[in-house]
């Protein structure tokens, strides 16, 4: 049977404001002691009053506005219902009738092309308490208790769960830019719950989905989603296809869903609008205010990348992935660019110049800075924030590279050296001795003693064994410690062995 998976998800997003939602009690509690940020209003002492927190509300709108949503003129808190031992209140405060935020789409990359993920809402609402659960007895910690959320809904337009992996992944991403959230699936700080249903393709209706719960991280997403689909196909093969909607839970250490309590319909919380809190009303010019603020955006950036730089997609998705080294390699490239100009002004415009070299350079900053450098980065588990080697270091060791005043070992040495001292890489180069030898003399050289002292070989490769030109270069190399050009080591080779 052809089935096709239809799947959406649910997202929290916990928002860094410096307070809680609906009190003033300091809202970094996951590093405090347990029940220490806490307060009568987010203990739910009876008497006490909600007020609203500006700093929450303007990030939830800056989130909806780079999801593309439409705000709501006046949206409405309501109070869900319903009794755990996490929700001291026994309602959370909610939005639901006029959330903040309709409709909305996010843009995901899928190699060459683009997938358009369409949203059905974003509300605000508040974290209940976290519970700890042990073998006799269940702890609560109320710091969590009262810290905003951003809840956005997709639309059941994933097709696949790598879909939604990426999907989750650029929201992270994108939370990270608008500066909302730190938006750490494994801190908890985005929580996803994903439904999932099967239809024979082809098939406009929809199907009784099953909501997937307990996903801690963006792998578990995937690996559930597909563990699902193979389940519900071997029903759908049974002719058992789920007939109601059910909720289940992903366990990590079997790596498999688990039937979990039915799901509540919305009636079953009797939501109705919080008496305590008045409307969230939103002017034009107080949106309009927000969505000129607005960074630029993760794939914005990738775009100008591609038009201004003439970077590779793959280059540009890695360099975009973390805000702060996509700025390193801007930096690294206008330094670049400078340079490129001032060396070559007799040959054209500024524009001219930089349209007939951009793209070597950024092949070679992103190649530099994604390799190498990253390397040394993760070996010292180090981020672009904490390194020595600033931008404009970093661009005057590539126009080193670009002018093979050093070779590729050389510069890896120089590298290396930039890297633990912070030092100026044209210093570096002169203190090691590093310049790459070009004269055709001194390569001569060492080129008639390579040939004089392998005779055997020279024979095999003039009888045609032309991969031995390789270990004579090497020979070479070795005889000039490794900093000769390689290139035209081997036109001599070539030429005087013919
Ligand atoms: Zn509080």
């Known amino acids: 049977m052809n089935l096709e998976p239809i799947i959406g998800l649910e997202i929290h997003i916990q928002l860094k404001t410096k307070s809680k939602m609906f009190c003033s009690c300091s809202n970094l509690g996951e590093n405090e002691p347990p029940n220490t940020t806490v307060c009568p209003i987010c203990l739910g002492h009876p008497g006490t009053l909600p007020v609203v927190n500006e700093e929450a509300v303007k990030m939830g709108v800056k989130l909806a506005l780079a999801l593309n949503c439409q705000i709501n003129r006046q949206s409405i808190f309501a109070r869900k219902n319903y009794f755990y031992p996490d929700l001291p209140k026994g309602y959370q405060i909610s939005q639901y009738e006029s959330p903040l935020a309709l409709g909305g789409h996010l843009t995901i990359v899928k190699g060459d092309f683009e997938q358009r993920i369409n949203l059905e809402r974003l509300h605000l609402e ?13 702890l609560v910690d109320f710091n969590r208790s009262g810290t905003p959320l951003a809840e956005i809904v997709s639309k059941p337009d994933f097709r696949t769960p790598q879909d939604a992996r ?93 039937e979990q309590r039915d799901k509540e319909e919305s009636a079953d919380y009797r939501y109705f609008p919080d008496p305590d809190l008045p409307p969230l009303i939103f002017t034009e010019e107080a949106v309009s205010d927000i969505q000129s603020a607005l960074p630029e955006l993760p794939q914005a950036k990738r775009l100008r990348f591609v038009k201004e730089y003439g970077a590779t997609l793959a280059d540009v998705h890695t360099l975009v992935e973390d805000e702060a080294v996509a700025d390193y390699f801007e930096k690294a490239i206008s330094e670049g660019r400078s340079w490129l100009e001032a060396e070559n002004d007799a040959l054209g415009t500024s524009e001219e110049i930089w349209a007939l070299n951009k793209q070597k350079l950024t092949k070679l900053i992103a190649g530099w800075l994604l390799s190498e450098l990253f390397k040394l980065m993760n070996a010292e588990g180090i981020g672009i924030g904490d390194i020595k080697i600033t931008p404009e270091n970093f661009a005057e060791f590539i126009t080193l590279v670009y002018q093979r005043k050093v070779n590729s070992s050389a510069a890896q040495i120089i590298l290396k050296q930039m890297f633990a001292t912070g030092a100026d890489p044209s210093h570096i180069m002169e203190e ?63 030429d005087k062995l013919r």
């Open 126 to 138: 508040e974290d209940a308490a976290k519970n700890f659960h042990f073998k006799d007895k269940v």
């Open 166 to 258: 990426n999907f989750l992944q650029e929201l992270r991403l994108l939370a990270r830019y608008l500066k909302v959230s730190d938006a750490d699936m494994e801190k908890g700080h985005l929580r996803c719950d994903a439904n999932i249903s099967l239809r024979p393709a082809g098939e406009e209706k929809l199907y009784p989905k099953t909501e997937i719960k307990n996903l801690n991280s963006f792998k578990a997403v995937e690996r559930a989603l597909t563990y699902e689909i193979s389940r519900q196909s071997r029903l759908w093969e049974e002719g058992t296809a789920p007939r109601t909607q059910a909720t289940r839970g992903w366990d990590e250490n079997e790596q498999k869903t688990v």
């Open 432 to 494: 090691e001795d590093l310049t790459q030898l070009d004269d055709a003399a001194t390569l001569e050289e060492a080129v008639a003693k390579v040939i004089q002292a392998n005779p055997e070989q020279v024979a095999d490769y003039q009888k045609g064994k032309t991969p031995l030109l390789k270990f004579f270069i090497g020979l070479a190399m070795k005889e000039l410690k490794g900093k000769a050009n390689p290139e035209k080591l081997g036109e001599i080779f070539r």
